[in-house]
Nanobody, 125 residues
Framework: QVQLAESGGGLVQAGGSLRLSCVAS????????VAWFRQAPGKEREFVAS???????AFEDSVKGRFAISRDNFRNTWYLQMNSLRPEETAVYYC???????????????????WGQGTQVTVSS
């Protein structure tokens, strides 16, 4: 069973930066594809970014050029670097993982089998 734990959330002013981390338990982490989602109050969980086990990444359109996703397989950890944050990006951010590749529906939450508890990101205006 894979367990995930996020960290790095907090309060930041608009235009600021945060780096989220997600640590996974278990073995063979390099075989997993990983992702970040977020959920604002009263809204559905939405895709932010993904990183396949072969290194291919994808981003939601509004974060392209501002966010970066990376992983450190030796530390079973992946990261979401968020720059130029906007108030509307205030949400709980979740990391997620699936064994192998997520396929064409990489942006759908149901594809991912393992989830962290979430970390709050608040962007003040």
């Amino acid at each position: 069973q894979v367990q995930l734990a996020e960290s790095g959330g907090g309060l930041v002013q608009a235009g600021g930066s945060l780096r989220l981390s997600c640590v996974a338990s278990g073995r063979s982490f390099s075989l997993y594809s990983v992702a970040w989602f977020r959920q604002a109050p009263g809204k559905e969980r939405e895709f932010v970014a993904s990183l396949r086990n072969d290194g291919l990444s994808a981003f939601e359109d509004s974060v392209k050029g501002r966010f970066a996703i990376s992983r450190d397989n030796f530390r079973n950890t992946w990261y979401l670097q968020m720059n130029s944050l906007r108030p509307e990006e205030t949400a709980v951010y979740y990391c997620a993982a699936v064994y192998g590749e997520p396929g064409i529906n990489y942006y759908r939450a149901y594809v991912y089998d393992y989830w962290g508890q979430g970390t709050q990101v608040t962007v003040s205006s």
